[in-house]
């Protein structure tokens, strides 16, 4: 499966000459050499991104805990200095022009912490647990759909709709209507690859069914997480309809587009280092878990799923790495480079499924940790555990320079990850009820 060709992407100036050159369709492919050159010259590193935003990138690990936890920096773009945060160019796309700002990547306390208080209930490690069987009939289900073929692209068929169709059971919506979402979710990750203005059209097409489900699910609560968030409105928090759309709504945007990136990212980092997925196969075939639990934790921190943290806003003057921020300046912590940092981690350029000491931080730190981290989690050892144990000689179908990464400026994933491997003779599992249907054809994300 050739890649298409890519036009010449423009780099984002940058305040150093000598700096790399970032942001580039090159740059993409692998960011790696250029993050260990900022983090030896220019760790606090100011520069212009592709929208034209000027912020600073923070590429330490030591600087990148304290700027995930320091109180003057805010989630909120109004505190931006300029206007970027008004025309969408900070923040996800679309989500000013559908009204759906008021959620837990944009706030900062004290209604972040009620919120977030009110949605890490479904997040709690019995709810999760109690999940698994769901996750596992759906990987197994989605495995089905190519497993007898010999051949497929494990980002569209595999990777995406997984933990899309999981959020879309965990909040609550039918399975008649979660076909939309993907499509939906397709459209958003695609990152300005589609039509023009289709990812405002899409936001605002998922906004509207989530206020109607909202309004449909006040007559008849189940124990899902929108209607979680009904009761808890309904009890005296003082959840507003349009904070409750917006919860369901960042709730399935990063909840899902992380997901499809730890399993996309993390197969093909397997793929490209065979010793250690041996290892791995070897131990999910013995039934065991320990390589299979520190493996995700080391996927995560070798080739992550979120390349940069979300937005960040100077309240205060304050100081960072020796270099001081002004007030209003964004500020973008590089989790992706902070994760190799060999100040932190022994031989960071190594892939160590077994690596003990790995405080990484995939999923952030401070109070903005990512509430679904365990369901990402889940996700990813059942997506993974299943492909090795059932496709054993899973093998690129393409040279590793012809695949493409997505240009988003937050994520980091394929676009696509054409394998092949030995035919199944038949698909083992037949479902006991009906789940949504992973063989229509994809959105191109």
Not at 25 to 48: C, G, I, M, N
Not at 319 to 331: A, E, K, Q, R, W
Not at 374 to 385: Q, V
Request: hydrophobic residues 40%; proline residues 9%; aromatic residues 6%.
């Amino acid at each position: 499966m050739p890649a298409q060709p890519v036009p010449a992407r423009p780099a984002a100036p940058s305040s150093d000459a000598s700096a790399p050159q970032l942001f580039t369709w090159e740059f993409a492919a692998d960011p790696y050499p250029a993050y260990a050159w900022l983090r030896e010259h220019s760790p606090v590193h100011r520069t212009t991104l592709p929208s034209g935003v000027e912020a600073w990138l923070v590429t330490r690990y030591a600087d990148a805990r304290q700027a995930l936890a320091d109180s003057r920096l805010s989630k909120n773009p109004a505190h931006h200095s300029g206007q970027a945060h008004r025309t969408g160019r900070v923040g996800i796309p679309g989500e000013r022009q559908a009204d759906l700002m008021t959620h837990l990547l944009n706030i900062d306390p004290p209604d972040h912490t009620r919120l977030r208080r009110l949605v890490s209930k479904a997040f709690t490690p019995r709810r999760v647990a109690e999940f698994e069987p769901r996750v596992q009939q759906l990987t197994d289900r989605l495995i089905d759909g190519f497993a007898q073929r010999g051949s497929a692209d494990l980002i569209h068929e595999f990777a995406f709709p997984l933990p899309i169709y999981a959020i879309c059971d965990m909040l609550g919506v039918p399975a008649e209507d979660q076909d939309d979402f993907r499509d939906w979710a397709g459209m958003m990750i695609r990152h300005g690859g589609g039509q023009r203005g289709g990812v405002g059209r899409a936001v605002k097409r998922m906004r509207a069914y989530l206020l109607e489900l909202i309004h449909r699910k006040r007559a008849d609560l189940g124990d899902d997480l929108i209607s979680g968030l009904i009761r808890a409105g309904d009890h005296g928090e003082h959840l507003t309809e349009n904070e409750a759309a917006a919860m369901a709504f960042i709730l399935l945007f990063a909840g899902f587009e992380t997901t499809v990136n730890l399993i996309g990212n993390g197969t093909y980092a397997l793929l490209r280092n065979p010793e250690q997925r041996r290892l791995l196969q070897e131990s999910v075939v013995r039934g065991e878990s320990a390589l299979l639990e520190t493996g995700i934790e080391e996927l995560l921190r070798y080739d992550g799923p979120v390349e940069l943290a979300t937005w960040r806003f100077a309240t205060r003057p304050l100081t960072i790495g020796g270099v001081d921020i002004p007030v209003g300046d964004p500020v973008l912590v590089v989790l992706a480079a902070a994760d190799r940092d060999p100040a932190r981690f022994a031989a960071e350029n190594t892939l160590d499924l077994a690596r003990k000491d790995n405080p990484h931080l995939g999923f952030g730190h401070g109070i903005h940790y990512c509430i679904g981290a365990p369901l990402a989690r889940l996700e990813g050892r059942a997506a993974l555990a299943t492909l090795l144990s059932r496709l054993p000689d899973l093998r690129l179908a393409e040279s590793p320079e012809n695949l493409r990464w997505r240009g988003g400026l937050i994520m980091r994933g394929l676009r696509e990850l054409p394998v092949e491997f030995s035919p199944e003779s038949r698909s083992p599992h037949a479902p006991p009820h009906p789940v949504p249907d992973a063989s229509s054809t994809p959105p191109t994300c």
